[in-house]
């Protein structure tokens, strides 16, 4: 199994470009996660799902979408980049709720 | 409030110490469970255990352990004869009933072990 795998590991965006951050786990796992990790500050919950077709916010959704429809996928769309959105970005899944979750290896984005 | 609190953001042993992580949390609800991750300078985030509220025995695995109370809201994490590939940042994380069961992480602890 490849566990969660997260595209692109790098990537350098223009302020108002848009991109989408690619996450596919192959766990057979329900529920999938995005985080963003901000120097010194942990990670913060973006948004997360809990099957495929049901999304929910977390604490910090704003600039951010995403859409689950199918089990595997879980991607995190970027709509006109800012430079606050600089971070490295993390996806997740875990089997059930309070089971641990499983990270991908991140994507490291700078806007400048 | 922070829900979840690592006091320390840094901490500096020399191999062979043994070095003890704090992490307090907070939470109303009776069922929660707690996390800990190690997160190595390769980046990656790195599962170490999970334990639930109804559960206050100490776990030990190899050179880990960790200290559950309860009483002072408190989930401390031990490493004993530190080495070198222990260097990394150490997450704290709560998972609330009420919260979805989504993980709230603290900042983090960077421990740095020197030979």
């Known amino acids: 199994n490849a566990g969660v795998t997260q595209t692109p590991k790098f990537r350098i965006l223009k302020i108002g470009q848009s991109m989408t951050l690619q996450c596919t786990q192959d766990?057979?796992?329900?529920?999938m996660y995005w985080y963003r990790q901000d120097p010194g500050m942990g990670l913060k919950l973006i948004y997360y799902?809990?099957?495929?077709?049901?999304?929910d916010k977390g604490e910090v959704p704003n600039g951010y979408n995403v859409s689950r429809s199918t089990t595997e996928d879980f991607p995190l769309r970027l709509e006109l980049a800012a430079p606050s959105q600089t971070s490295v970005y993390f996806c997740?899944?875990?089997?059930?709720?309070?089971?641990?979750?499983?990270f991908g290896p991140g994507t490291r984005l700078t806007v400048t | 409030a922070q829900k979840v609190t690592q006091a320390q953001t840094e901490i500096s042993v020399v191999e062979k110490e043994d070095v003890t992580l704090d992490c307090v949390y907070e939470?109303?609800?009776?069922?929660?469970?707690l996390f800990w991750y190690k997160q190595p300078p390769s980046g990656e985030l790195v599962f170490l255990i999970r334990?639930?509220?109804?559960?206050?025995q100490n776990e030990i695995s190899g050179r880990y352990s960790w200290n559950f109370q309860k009483s002072t809201s408190s989930f401390n994490f031990t490493i004993t004869a530190s080495q070198v590939v222990d260097s990394a940042v150490y997450f704290c994380?709560?998972?609330?009933?009420?919260?979805?069961?989504?993980?709230?992480f603290g900042k983090g602890t960077m421990l740095l072990v020197s030979p």
């Open positions: 997740a899944s875990s089997y059930e709720v309070f089971y641990e979750q499983y």
């Open positions: 766990m057979n796992h329900n529920y």
């Open positions: 799902s809990v099957g495929a077709g049901i999304t």
């Open positions: 939470t109303r609800d009776t069922t929660y469970y």
């Open positions: 334990r639930n509220s109804f559960d206050e």
């Open positions: 994380a709560l998972s609330e009933e009420s919260g979805y069961s989504t993980l709230t």
